[in-house]
């Protein structure tokens, strides 16, 4: 389940449908993969689902995990060991998106 987001529109985005203009090519892709994440309730069911679209960062994000939503864009977010999602974001790949 997801707990926390970064950002006040991306929570918008998947609570309320609020439309994001900047990555309309990708919101049903990206609200997608945000219902699995909050769905989920473990970390084995979230491998599951993405398989290879999963990673667990390294080096100084090792703390992090992320979702591809496509070539450019992922999902992160901090795995809780209570199995819930914190801190979750959308970023383009080694940035952070502008919503």
């Given at each position: 389940?997801?707990?926390?987001?970064?950002?006040?529109?991306?929570?918008?985005f998947f609570f309320k449908?609020?439309?994001l203009?900047?990555?309309?090519?990708?919101?049903?892709?990206?609200?997608?993969?945000?219902k699995?994440?909050?769905?989920?309730r473990s970390w084995?069911?979230l491998?599951?689902?993405f398989r290879?679209?999963?990673?667990e960062?390294?080096?100084?994000?090792?703390?992090?995990?992320?979702i591809?939503?496509?070539?450019?864009?992922r999902?992160?977010?901090?795995?809780?060991?209570d199995n819930?999602?914190y801190?979750?974001?959308l970023?383009?790949?080694?940035q952070?998106a502008?919503?």
């Amino acid at each position: 389940m997801i707990l926390k987001f970064q950002r006040k529109k991306l929570h918008d985005f998947f609570f309320k449908r609020l439309t994001l203009p900047k990555i309309k090519h990708i919101a049903k892709r990206l609200l997608n993969k945000l219902k699995v994440l909050h769905r989920e309730r473990s970390w084995l069911g979230l491998k599951n689902f993405f398989r290879d679209d999963l990673e667990e960062m390294k080096g100084n994000l090792k703390e992090w995990c992320s979702i591809k939503v496509n070539d450019q864009y992922r999902i992160i977010f901090k795995w809780g060991q209570d199995n819930h999602a914190y801190e979750v974001d959308l970023t383009k790949h080694y940035q952070k998106a502008n919503l």
